[in-house]
């Protein structure tokens, strides 16, 4: 491409108007020879320079299963999402006359026989000021978690492949989980979820029973009041394909996030890990 | 008699061809996503005419089992994409190159007339204008497709953030289904495009990428040439 600016006439364009045709059609035509030159040399050295960079992008070394630029730049991506994400937006909500049965897409951490009876949810990053936090984890039973208050909703589960599927879920608020078990905070005072949630622990880390799949959440997704901690799908108990006996549900994120058959919630100020954001995909997964 | 004459300034010809490698990286990537769920076809009820996309063509381009790929090309490109659009716009918008390109009440006679030329159907030659009312009809519709793929994108990229736009594109899937087609708009426009600029020749195609173009004139060339 040409360097010239409009205010640059070619010298053909002085050419004197007493020269003859041929002469100045061949000026025209030097000037355009010069003219083309200059431009594809800058021309090619642009495609030149572009094909070296994509060449170069597509063979950094490999975080996380994708090139370390294109997962600085997912985390940039995170960044800004978060500054402009607000907990009063709502996932839109549908009648229940809509809700079908999603796809039983991931089967990751469901593959023992689910023993209802001996299922525990392991709390762990509890407040020390926190009394029923003593030595060991904390354990719950699904009751105690069905004791905290029941909230339906009906919400697009949206997986990550690209389809989606409108369910009817019942269950309990994370956020009001959080109210009845405590994290830890970050200044070391003791927590207040609803006066000072920003002073909480940053990141929740949620695992299946046997720990093979793990996903983390940032707290301002966590606090996000569509986010249910959810044991009934479309007006029955959760069969195990769907994550039995508990499961998150978490519409301001891809499906990936929705973990099923949760074993363990820990609260915790580090980046999780998560099983997903291992292989290629975006940590942060948000809408 | 010929002269030099200024057909596109610099700043246009960088903006087309820095858009053709980015959007290219972005139909690319977005293959690579819409593999993971690609349920859009040509058909009615349970004929269909054609599916997007057969086995073949995805083997053959490598395009299977890379959505996590794909989202990461396509969540970095999206920028260069939407800021090289933005500056065009605002670029025509302020130079006053929209004069030129934004289709007037001729412009759809016009078209008709350069269709029916094209396709050897009128002997009438089209207006030796820089753009003509077919030009102008398509290059103004490539900009509004594109703004409409940016908010079709942002509208599955953020449906919470943005349910609002969600919501007045029709829903999630609605928003999806059209950035399809958006795209395949695109691919559409290149086809033809190309083939217009192969048959109006290399001329034409030369000023591209240098801004200026030979013209013949019939008497001699004025003092004042290559404005």
Known sequence: MSEHTDDQKPAAAESDAGDSARDSDRNVEREMRRLSRRSFLWGGAAAALGAGSLGWLATRRADDGIPWPLRRSLEINEQLARDYFRNRRMALTFPRELAKDPRANGDIGLEDKLDAASWRLTVQGLAESDERNSDDDLELTLDQIKALPRVEMVTELKCIEGWSTVVHWAGARFADFINAYEPTTQSGKSPDPQKRPEDLVRYVSLETEDGSYYVGLEMESALHSQTLLCYEMNGAPLTAEHGAPLRLVIPVKYGIKNIKRIGTIRFTDRRPADYWAERGYDWYAGH | ?227
């Open chain 2, 1 to 227: 008699m010929k002269r030099l004459e200024k057909k596109h300034p610099l700043a246009i010809r960088w903006f087309h061809w820095v858009n053709f490698p980015v959007l290219s990286v972005m139909i690319w990537s977005g293959m690579l996503i819409y593999w993971a769920n690609d349920v859009y076809r040509i058909g009615f009820g349970s004929v269909t005419l054609f599916k997007f996309f057969p086995e073949w063509f995805y083997s053959a381009l490598n395009f299977s089992h890379r959505l996590a790929d794909g989202m990461a090309w396509h969540f970095f490109f999206m920028w260069f994409f939407a800021v090289n659009g933005l500056l065009y716009v605002l670029y025509t918008a302020i130079s006053g190159e929209w004069r030129e390109l934004l289709p007037n009440r001729h412009s759809l006679r016009e078209a008709i007339q350069v269709t029916l030329y094209d396709l050897h159907l009128s002997k009438v030659h089209p207006p030796p204008r820089k753009f003509n009312g077919a030009q102008q009809i398509a290059y103004t519709s490539i900009i509004v497709m594109g703004v409409g793929s940016l908010l079709t994108g942002l509208a599955i990229y953020k449906p919470v953030q943005f349910a609002w736009l969600t919501s007045l594109l029709g829903g999630y899937e609605w928003a999806r289904f059209i950035h399809f087609w958006l795209t395949m708009g695109y691919v559409a426009f290149f086809f033809v495009h190309v083939a217009q600029v192969i048959k109006a020749g290399w001329n034409n195609f030369r000023a591209m990428v240098t801004g200026y173009e030979i013209v013949s004139v019939k008497e001699a060339p004025p003092q004042e040439v290559g404005q």
